[in-house]
């Protein structure tokens, strides 16, 4: 039963459940929380398949860790206290610059195998 499934399995369930219903838009609002390092990858993996569907719906993806974010998403939008402080494509935005303004902290971003990684600089 549903109450028996790990984390990790209650995102995926529930994630396959919202497609069934053949959506226009996919809104998740961070689906890595509450997962380990492993659930987090498989969440991770499944994102970037659906994301690199063209017949899949257009997915909102809302995260603190950039490392959550899977292939196959094509724009970002950096936000800090309700305010915007950068948006459009994702290799556009996610930049030392603003990540480091966005979080109000020197930060280094780099995008390994796909894979976006962000440290303190």
């Known amino acids: 039963t549903y109450g028996t499934l790990s ?4 995102k995926r369930v529930e994630i396959a459940r919202a497609l069934m219903t053949d959506p226009e838009l996919l809104l998740l609002d961070e689906p890595g929380a509450g997962l380990d390092l492993r659930g987090r990858e498989i969440l991770v993996q499944i994102l970037s398949q659906l994301c690199q569907d063209p017949d ?7 995260t ?3 490392e959550e974010i899977p292939e196959g998403i094509t724009h970002a939008v950096l936000m800090a206290h309700g ?3 950068a948006a459009g ?5 996610l930049t030392d610059e603003k990540l480091t303004q966005t979080f109000g902290m020197p930060l280094h971003i780099a995008k390994i195998d796909g894979r976006w990684t962000a440290r303190a600089a």
């Open 7 to 10: 984390e990790g399995e209650r």
């Open 89 to 93: 494509p994702i290799d556009e935005v």
């Open 56 to 62: 899949a719906p257009t997915t909102v993806l809302v």
């Open 64 to 66: 603190h860790h950039v």
């Open 83 to 85: 305010s915007v402080v």
